[in-house]
């Protein structure tokens, strides 16, 4: 099925892969209908953002020093680059793999985290140890919590992780689920599907690269093919929601994800 059709028919194959599936949790828009959380919308929908406003800019996270790219689509302001804070407060140890870190570079490869950004379990994203704010502390995997929002988590001095409904007030802007992916994935970079470009037009400068994804068990997948974001909110003591676009849909899902894999972080601005 191409990437027009996919367009046309709505996404009715879109298929929500559950938690407690495979360590996954990553949307296979050739899949069966099961489930999704995706938000809805049939035409344009009030709030829609001409692309023409959009101001870009930058800012720098003290921390570190590290400076990104910036856009202001309607009422929001957005990080138009994956963080790539290195957050060593929370040391990782699984079946004998130990890091330093809740967050990696995809493949371990230095080089993909000045390309993507870095990979952040939602216990990292959330900053559940307190480090910086006490929103999101205790939030974690095997366990449910409370957040207080706005969720500062990972991200630098006045920004925080966004929530479902931010995302969603982000979906509204650009022209609706059905555009999202095509308005927001970068215009170079993704993996072609059936002989169809799968890159985006980048119409909001929102820049959002393939960066894939992390499993617990250390396993990097779908470079090229997904872009996955952590939200500050919670699905279950196993899962949170995360913001996906895929290389073969102009669409975008809101997943339940595992915690324990790793995304992408980008935060919006207090």
């Known amino acids: 099925m191409t990437l ?80 790539n804070y290195a957050y060593i407060g929370i040391p990782y140890s699984y079946r ?36 910086w704010t006490v929103n999101g502390k205790g939030c974690g995997y095997k366990s449910t919590c409370t957040p207080t929002y706005p969720v500062r988590g990972i991200c630098p001095k006045g ?24 308005m927001l994935k970068s215009a170079s970079g993704w993996n072609d599907y059936e002989g169809e470009n799968g890159n985006g037009s980048d119409a909001f400068a929102f820049s959002a690269l393939p960066a894939g994804y992390r499993i617990l068990l250390g396993n990097f997948l779908k ?14 003591g196993d899962c949170a929601y995360s913001m996906d676009l895929f290389y073969n849909s102009d669409r975008a899902l809101l997943n339940d994800s595992y915690k324990d894999s790793g995304h992408s972080v980008r935060c919006v601005k207090d």
């Open 4 to 83: 027009k059709k996919l367009f046309v028919v709505g996404f009715v194959a879109a298929v929500l892969v559950a938690c407690s599936d495979d360590g996954s949790s990553v949307t296979n828009p050739d899949e069966e209908s099961s489930s999704s959380s995706a938000v809805s919308s049939s035409s344009v929908p009030e709030g829609y953002v001409d692309p023409s406003t959009v101001v870009k800019g930058t800012m720098t996270d003290e921390r570190d020093g590290q400076t990104y790219k910036t856009v202001k689509i309607g009422t929001q302001t957005w990080m138009a680059e994956n963080l």
């Open 96 to 131: 004998g793999f130990t890091s330093d870190s809740t967050s990696w570079c995809y493949g371990n490869d230095p080089a993909n985290c000045s390309r993507y950004g870095r990979l952040y379990m939602w216990v990292a994203a959330m900053d559940s140890v307190g480090t």
């Open 159 to 182: 920004w925080h992780l966004p929530d479902t409904t931010e995302w969603g007030t982000l979906f509204t802007a650009v022209g609706g689920i059905n555009t999202v992916g095509v």
């Open 223 to 236: 470079e090229g093919k997904l872009a996955g974001f952590w939200s500050s909110a919670e699905y279950d």
